[in-house]
């Protein structure tokens, strides 16, 4: 039979809050985003070329997918799975401070691709083991503020890297990965505050818990296309301001805004958008992020980059917290599986965006009104998705069904 074990203290929240937003902080502000504000700098200390910092980011792509495919693993052992991907991080982020190692060909490549798969395993550990303590503690609807850590986490990367953008790249990466450590072992210290709240299965449980991943491929391809839309600018906002400025705290000020938005907007949806069903918020975000895609394409300046910054940075975050909780409630006795797809399917997004831009650069431009660099038509052709996607959302049938499980637990389908 599968029970709750409710043994946590329910009136007591902070733990599992605290944990969830130091390790998305570092997860994601670290071990996922590091890399984009540090890249302008990188090639400046002629660290890297263009193209092995196109070789970087895809790498980091490649490993968030594989991080996304065998999350699945930790779903017994999520703490487990947490600590692992934390200490992990922290690590590999001390050793790309190192410039003799990672000037070698393969070794900042597989750099990359190893925190992607850590910062994977870290987003579905900590977003199942956060909603599975918080719900034992009658706070569930407080779960979506652990998403406000990955704002924070790019913010305050971004504020490092902005600040500090007269000192030489692997200072910045030695001082993430400083900062990485110590959140990794706050976390760790709060794990074992938090009470032996679990969830138990037995083998008929465990045959029975996981929906049909074929019945929710319409939402496993907004998420993807969400990701596809939100990487184009997340990856080349930096970029694209280096072009417009040399100086490094204007085109280095979109990061950290990016990050603030996003930690923000958590808060805002959660506090002032509650009564919205996860999928019309999710839809609104895409919409909204949409816009922050076409933006900088139609308003080609700073001011624009900035725009687009608070408004991808504003939804992106918005999106994986509605996304996530509307997993949670199709599978209820066990979301990591559910959660490990929606995950792969953001990820394939992401590699499809800088991989669409390639392509572009190498053929005939698109027929479109204006002419447009590969970044831009990529950036229509995201946006168009996003809308079509947002439709769906918001006026496709919510309640297709119901998933039931045979102890008597069933979940209404949004």
């Known amino acids: 039979m599968n029970t709750f074990n409710l043994s946590a203290p329910r009136s007591r929240p902070a733990a599992p809050l605290f944990v969830g937003l130091v390790a998305l902080a570092v997860a994601m502000g670290i071990g996922r985003f590091a890399f984009t504000p540090l890249l302008p700098l990188m090639l400046r200390d002629s660290l890297l070329d263009p193209t092995l910092g196109s070789q ?3 790498a980091n792509y490649l490993g968030y997918l594989v991080g996304a495919l065998t999350a699945a693993r930790w779903r017994h052992h999520l703490a487990q799975g947490l600590t692992t991907g934390l200490v992990g991080i922290a ?5 790309t401070a190192w410039p003799a190692l990672t000037s070698l060909p393969v070794t900042g490549l597989l750099l990359r691709f190893s925190c992607g798969v850590l910062s994977a395993w870290v987003l579905v550990c900590a977003s199942s083991w956060c909603l599975e303590q918080l719900t034992a503690r009658g706070s569930a609807a407080k779960a979506g503020m652990i998403y406000s850590g990955v704002g924070a986490g790019i ?3 971004g504020t490092i890297t902005w600040l500090g953008g007269t000192l030489a790249a692997s200072t ?3 001082v993430l990965g400083a900062i990485a450590m110590l959140g990794a072992l706050l976390v760790m210290g709060r794990l074992g505050t938090t009470g032996n709240t679990h969830i138990q299965n037995d083998q008929t449980g465990r045959a029975h818990d996981q929906p049909d991943p074929g019945r929710h491929w319409g939402l496993i391809v907004c998420y993807s296309l969400a ?3 939100y990487i184009l600018p997340a990856t080349y906002l930096p970029a694209m301001g280096q072009t417009l400025t040399d100086n490094a705290l204007l085109f280095g000020l979109s990061w950290p805004l990016f990050g603030v938005a ?3 907007s958590v808060v805002i949806v959660t506090r002032w958008l509650s009564a919205w069903s996860d999928r019309k918020r999710w839809a609104l975000a895409q919409t ?5 895609a076409v933006v900088p394409v139609l308003w080609p300046s700073l001011s624009a980059l900035a725009v687009s910054a608070l408004l991808v940075g504003g939804t992106f975050m918005v999106i994986t917290m509605a996304g996530l909780q509307l997993v949670r409630s199709l599978a209820p006795i066990n979301p990591t599986a559910l959660l490990a797809r929606m995950t792969a399917g953001f990820a394939f997004g992401q590699i499809a965006g800088p991989v669409l831009v390639t392509l572009l650069a190498s053929v005939s431009p698109l027929p479109m009104p204006l002419p447009l660099t590969p970044i831009e038509q990529a950036n229509v052709l995201a946006g168009g998705l996003l809308v079509v996607s947002a439709g769906w959302l918001w006026w496709g049938n919510p309640t297709p069904g119901r998933v039931h499980y045979p102890t008597g637990h069933s ?3 949004t």
Do not use: D, E, K
């Not at 909204?288 to 922050?292: E, F, I, P, S």
């Open 172 to 174: 910045l990466w030695l």
């Open 227 to 229: 990701g596809f839309g």
């Open 155 to 157: 913010a305050v990367t």
């Open 411 to 413: 979940s209404q389908r």
């Open 91 to 95: 690590g590999l982020t001390l050793l």
């Open 262 to 264: 996003a930690m923000i």
């Open 288 to 292: 909204v992020l949409a816009a922050g």
């Open 56 to 58: 970087w980011a895809t």
